[in-house]
């Protein structure tokens, strides 16, 4: 990655890869896992939910299908995820205790993954993705904010943030890759295979909840062991923490939070893609293995490109790659929806990578710049908030409007906001870079 890249970047960088393998593991493996029938989904599936009836008229009525309920579990690691991390990123900035809450976090993840193989209900699998976002909620922004208080100047952020971005999207790229052998065990193999372990029997979906844990016990050991609370972090506890929404001139709104808006809107186009695993594979006549491929290439799109995309985000500024990112979102999101065949699905996830790829290293960087006067932890929540709540947010609204409309509906829904996206990108954010940062009365 170069000799100037901090060690301590390198570090994080590593450790969330581990994590983000275990995490990625669960997005492919816990679809197969509650639709496999070891999981009781009696009383649940099959309901009918009633929304209040406009006066004249019959009640309309929801069915709860099996999708719906994948996207549930799906989102509430996300949701919890999200909504929790404003708190703890602003405590960490309180506390100073950036490395502590990244610990705790892990400890939460690794027991909740650990927990899944004594789950027979769907209500205990629920309660295992809780744990697991809680401990997301208090890992995620903590690292972030040690991330940018590693950059000694303006012009190393991008950089580092491109570094911590490659080695964590490694992890959750793979991860899907290499639940799907672990799962079927092959590449191109179907059904749930078993392991002989110590002559005991292990199944495929036991040795998946294996290697998250795995995944959280290295990560913990690599912070533990190499990474330290900076003094600068102490030094932010004390200065405004509050998150802006209006512009500094009072017009127009913030960059940080419109940001925050786009990153929401770009990972829940993200996120669509999980929910739909078994009508995809049915209309593309397509393995699980080539599922997981097709969804890890989002991420190994970001892989090859988050460092010169940050790196360039430093010399010719932050604005340009994100407007030009949203825009390409737009076409990649819609084509997902109208192609036949495993090939171009797997182009069009590509494609979409590349778009996540020119919009979330510079984001970061640009909250970055800005967080001098606000916080750390406290500002570039607001955008590690948003990018998990979208991915909450993506799963379950794709299998609501799979099962109010069509195949097509989610990826048509994912195209209207990336242009929404776009549009507030593009008309209220500003550049930072060589400006220095912006304070907020």
Known sequence: MGSETDTRVLTLAFARMADAIGNSFLIIVLPLYIASGEISLAGIAGTEISVPAIAGTDPPGFVLQEETLIGIVLSLFGLLNSFGQPFTGRWSDRTGRRRAFVLGGLVLFGIGSAAYPLTSTYWSVLGARALQGVGAAFTVPATVALINDYAASDAERGGNFGVYNTFRLIGFGFGPIIAGIVVTGGLAAEGVVSYDLLGQAVSGFDAAFGVAVLGAIISFALVL????????????????????????????????????IGTFLMATTIALFATLEGPIRARLDETTFMFSVQFAAVTLANVALQVPVGRASDRYGRRPFVVAGFALLIPSVFVQGVVVDPWSMLAARFVQGIAVALVFAPSLALAGDMASERGSGTTLSVLTMAFGLGVAAGPLASGILYNLGSFETPFFFGAALSALAFVLVYSQVEETLGQGATTVE
Request: avoid cysteine; charged fraction near 25%; hydrophobic fraction near 45%.
């Open 225 to 260: 062991l190499f990474i330290e609370d900076p003094p600068a972090a102490g030094e932010a506890a004390s200065k405004d923490l509050s998150i802006a929404i209006r512009g500094p001139d009072g017009r127009g709104l913030d960059s940080v939070f419109v940001l925050g």
